[in-house]
């Protein structure tokens, strides 16, 4: 932008060389885009431009849906052609997601209609929590299943990652193959591995796999090569690698600065295991991942952070549906030993920013609830704008289904 802006030549010669430009998905512009556009078309007008703007749906992460809106200001004379007809959806569908789109003020607005005035109406209904509506939602997909509709066919989309554990382990219960598109399985999830492995060693201080992995989560000044070594005494004396550790801190084996902090990271592993024998192991979690300081590890992440939080915060309120530590570890066991992936045939998982582009004969949308859809998050950021775009996002939802959706 730069060099276009304050160079004439340059910038003349990119026009001679692009003298016609197209651009797909306009309604997903950012700020730096929209400007290299005006600057390469600014003497011609030779532009074609292709979105909707009721799918712009990337506001997190740079898009700015004026750039769609503003196009007729931008380039006057353009000729603007509004292609209405819709070719995937039956009419029910397009009239539910043009009802709710129509709440937004910032559109340029259109018309949908097609020919198919087959299909049922969408569905809403009420369910009492996340694991009713799971139940719900798999019982339904066994009996699309039995009327002869592939799993394939199929789709669950959720507006956070959070909310695919509990279909994730409905579904590997009934034996309903599955794919997450776009990211890891819940129980996959790094975060959800790491909560996993501090759980673990506390049930089994032998656990030297899970030692293995949190000793320096999050970062406590003990290195690869500390933690290789204690490894390998503990195989040669035979005894667990926690075990090695605590003889390893009285000893002038390790640098004083790695004794110091493994000696740190025993006397928080011997406390915590100690509460477990008073409190909830819900209650445990959220005091591990807070004293360790992963939490605060999780909220300095600006990046990602927020969603791992959100699927610890899911973590330890499904532990709630479990007597204890031992039973709930055991059910994480069995749904990952059950848990072998699926083949081609699978009910599709994902979110619904995965979503856009893609199409399914039946479709569940879940979570449609105050705070998580639309999301709380985006209204507290933005407030009217974010609102705005969570219709977008709910719009580009219903329109994913070509024939049913619920």
């Not at 799918?55 to 603007?80: C, H, M, T």
């Not at 209204?379 to 709910?394: N, S, V, Y």
């Amino acid at each position: 932008l730069t060099i276009l802006s304050k160079h004439a030549d340059i910038a003349e010669e990119y026009r001679r060389r692009f003298r016609y430009i197209l651009m797909d998905e306009y309604q997903d512009t950012n700020v730096a885009q929209y400007l290299w556009l005006r600057l390469l078309t600014s003497s011609t007008g030779n532009v074609c431009c292709v979105g909707d703007d009721d799918q712009s749906i990337y506001g997190w992460r740079g898009a700015e849906v004026d750039n769609i809106l503003r196009f007729e200001r931008d380039f006057p004379g353009a000729k603007v052609i509004r292609l209405e007809r819709n070719y995937r959806s039956t009419r029910h569908i397009l009239g539910a997601a043009s009802g709710l789109i129509a709440a937004n003020k910032d559109r340029l607005g259109k018309t949908l209609w097609t020919e198919d005035q087959t299909g049922d109406k969408v569905r809403v209904r009420g369910v009492w929590d996340g694991e009713a509506e799971a139940r719900l939602i798999a019982d339904e997909i066994e009996t699309a299943r039995k009327t002869g509709r592939n799993y394939k066919d199929m789709a669950v989309l959720v507006r956070a990652s959070f909310q695919m554990r509990a279909f994730e382990e409905r579904f590997v219960m009934l034996a309903i193959p599955y794919a997450v598109i776009g990211g890891p399985r819940f129980f996959e999830r790094a975060e959800i591995r790491d909560a996993h492995a501090y759980l673990r060693l506390i049930q089994s201080p032998d656990d030297d796999l899970a030692f293995e992995r949190i000793v320096n989560v999050p970062k406590r000044g003990i290195g690869d090569t500390s933690v290789q070594k204690i490894l390998h005494i503990a195989r040669q004396t035979g005894v667990s690698a926690m075990t090695a550790v605590r003889d390893l801190i009285g000893s002038d084996e390790l640098q004083a600065r790695t004794r110091t902090a493994l000696s740190n990271f025993v006397r928080d592993m011997d406390r915590w295991r100690n509460q477990a024998q008073s409190i909830p192991h819900w209650e445990l979690t959220e005091i591990i991942l807070e004293e360790s300081g992963y939490t605060d590890m999780q909220k300095a992440d600006r990046t990602s952070g927020q969603t791992r939080l959100d699927n610890l915060k899911e973590l330890t309120q499904s532990m709630q549906a479990f007597d204890n530590l031992g039973a709930y570890l055991e059910h994480v066991s069995l749904v990952l030993d059950l848990d072998r992936g699926a083949g081609e045939d699978a009910v599709q998982v994902m979110t619904l920013h995965g979503a856009k582009g893609l199409e399914f004969p039946l479709v569940f949308l879940p979570g449609w609830e105050e705070g998580v859809f639309p999301s709380q998050r985006s209204i507290d950021e933005k407030g009217e704008k974010g609102l705005e775009e969570e219709r977008r996002l709910a719009y580009v939802g219903v329109t994913r289904a070509k024939a049913d959706a619920r």
